[in-house]
């Protein structure tokens, strides 16, 4: 009976998903020219720069015509980071001993100057995410590996986990509520046209993309760099004296 | 005036290009790890640092980027390749040499230990 059923779930849902596909032509060029106007990459690349101001187009694509997908793309990160911290953060400091041995004076004064240098390259780079190559994911990973070059150096350096989780969850509430005010005004779900668009090609240009790029690189770091710090503790091995065993 | 920078940057990139094919031409041919560290490591700081400050003359707006630029990679470069080398180092990776030269192993008696320093 229950075989029956699920064969039966199958077969309808192979019967819509075949009706669907078959409405695609089979074999022509969907992506298609520039000048080619019923193609999908025709329709980005010839209206993004009117509708949007985003002169960016896989930014424009990634967070604003596909952002739900980057939406979906951050929770798995936040999945994937809160998994590992429930199996392995260990919330007492003096349990825990880090993997790294003890660095030099020399690596440890060194990233001291380079880690403000690091964090201010991610920035950059998820600032100016609607303006040239990069975005959020990049920044933020950027960002990460200062954080990692500081926990490398420094033995005794900690990463405050609440501060993360605060950065982390206020970043995913901007995104969300940004997408819902476009449901709201717009009708669909991180409509982009009822934000002021700015001047194409400037810092301040395509609405809310920029502030979404913004708030996905802050998350992206925060729950690397929270990866990051749990993966280098390890559980101190307690040794047991052995006469108190024998009494 | 803009032409002179364009030809001092000009000159830059070469100079900086001809020491990464340095560098890398001391990678392929040095004999152990420690010297193929110092070649790299010297020849490839000197390189970029004169290319993106060359890259820096043709474009004059882009001067203060590639100085930030050039300036890190001033402290990066060399200090990676003392992380490295120090790390196989400790891990008892044996140098190429031809007469024994060891003068790590005078001064690490001096030095203050790892373990209490932190």
Redesign the interface.
Known sequence: MKKFFVIALLAILGFYLTIAFLQIPFGQNRLGQPQDEATVGAYYLNNTKEKSAVSNVVTAIVVNYRGFDTLGEVTVLFLASTGLASILYRRKEEEVERIN???????QT??K??FP?VVLLGIYVFIHGHLTPGGGFQGGAIIATGFLLMLIA???YHVSHSMLTWVESLAGVLFVSIGLWGLITGGTFLENSYFPKGVLNSLISGGAIPIIYIAVGFKVAAELTGVLDILLNTKEEKSVPSNQNEK | MMEYLKYIGQGLIVFGSLFLFLGALGIFRMPDFYNRLQAGTKASTLGAMSLILGVGFIQPEWMIKSLIIVVFIAVANPLSSHALGRSAYKNNLKPFMKKKMDAYEKVAEILPKEEDRL
């Open positions: 041995k003890p660095s030099s004076s020399l690596l060194g990233s100057f380079l240098l420094y033995q005794k």
